[in-house]
């Protein structure tokens, strides 16, 4: 992290207020916290950062916020380095943005500012997902990519992911580079062309229809069974979708229509655009209050399953119908070994399933869509947190051959089939789990019916998640000293259960790179996991259990979680 010094806070908020680079409204806003040394440490007390998500903050005045200040460094930053390793050749990149307050003024600057430095952009017209920015900088072959986002943070929060020219958010060392490049350069070195100069040079291009056909015909592409829904049941089979204010309500009824699916309904109140998500508290398609009007608009027209998908629409959510006729939220592990089991019985059914096939995860999701894809035949790769992880892995696959990428999802809503893209994408993930219903359907079952055969053949596997947010720099503080404490104080067991595996990932561990995360595997084969958020400030803690029935496992995982957390809210 790129903290400053206590005693230096000051002096940068002060600096800010008498820059002649800083516009008026900015300082305004400024002195508007004289006196709030709370307040003007936390906005001054580090430069924004990349971490697994990019760049991410709440948006306001500061080094420590996201504004055309920090935008515009960023991307002089992320110019520099592409010049320096363009090796005389002429980059390009490619933008989109999400429906947050400021992304598309804060696009359009990263367009001018890139254009200021001679490098040719593509920029949308108006807010598209961000697994379509992964699509098109493959498709256009940029050098590399923009979307100006904050996944399904509050409203107060913007942020800027960077994008390599294989589709996939940076990786740490290109990340690293970025950064440096970006702590090297003032305000004043920040180049800028008017729209009017970058039109007129070639150096911004609109991207509009042309290229949203393309990316939709791509993911309908990976539909399974197209001629499913041809028929009545592409009819009678109904979905309620809700893109919570955000970018996903065309594309995903762009990709349910062109399968067939003639009975989707649109939770209107969240249809438009809307940087306030004024319906919900918070746009995560993880949370059952965001289906709130979804759920209610279901049993109204007897829908057999919600989706949802966050601002960006890089997550999904589905909700199904349990055995008592009542709606459940299917967990991001749920969704997952779900369409894992839909894919590759259907490959397998037809011949399909390649014999160097794999299915990606991260080691915080569940070993449930592991041992499915294993049944199969599969391999089963893990990585750490953070889809790029998962891209990452595609890109080696490409290269080498040596593997045929399936699948790749993360317990946090996050999922791709197909190598169109480096990045999660909801789309998709919309798409063919609402065909795995209708598919099931026809067979005179339900997504739930499915899910307890699976659960009666591989174990209930179950998985919880707690957050505890802790804000400014007191707040980094403290979850390093978590952390800290439970690196030099491992536990020897948990509730009277051993531990049988301590895993320190900071100094790299099974083939991964370094990162600050530590699992702990019990004897009885449960398992925890704390890490620090790399886009909030939050430290998470992950858990795991199998056990043999769903009673069992859920008073397993009350336990583990009780235990566990009692140490963690003890620290903080």
Known sequence: MNQI?????????????????IDEATKSELRGIAGQEKEITDRFYRDLEFGTGGLRGVMGAGTNRMNAYTVGKATQGLANWLLARAGGSAPSVVI?????????????????VLAGNGIKTYLF?????TPQLSFAVRELGCSSGIVITASHNPPEYNGYKAYGAD???????????????????????IKRLTQEEAEAQGLLVWLGEEADRQYIDTVIGESLNKELLQGELGESFGVVFTPLHGTGNIPVREALKGIGFRNVHIVKEQEQPDGYFSTVKSPNPEEREAFELAIQMAKEVNADIIIGTDPDADRMGAVVKDNKGDYVVLSGNQSGALMVHYKLSVLKERGLLPANGVVVKTIVTSEMGADIARAYGAEVENTLTGFKYIGEKMTGYEKTGERSFLFGYEESYGYLTGTYARDKDAIVAAMIICEAAAYYSSKGKTLYDVLGELYGTFGYYLEGLESRTLKGLDGVQKIGAIMNDWRKNPPAEIGGVKIAKALDYSGGLDGLRPENVLKYMLEDGSWFCLRPSGTEPKIKVYFGVKKDSSEAAAAALNALRATVMSRVDGAV
Not at 5 to 21: C, F, G, H, K, V
Not at 96 to 112: G, I, T, V
Not at 125 to 129: Q, T
Not at 172 to 186: H, L
């Open 125 to 129: 017209r108006g807010l598209r997902p």
């Open 167 to 189: 589709g996939c958010q940076l990786i740490p060392e290109d990340a690293e580079q970025v950064i440096a490049a970006i702590g090297a350069i003032s305000f004043d070195a």
């Open 5 to 21: 010094a206590s005693e230096t806070i000051q002096s940068r908020y002060e600096a800010w207020l008498n820059d002649p680079m």
């Open 96 to 112: 989109a943005h999400d429906s947050r307050n400021n992304s598309p003024e804060f696009a359009l600057d990263s367009a001018l």
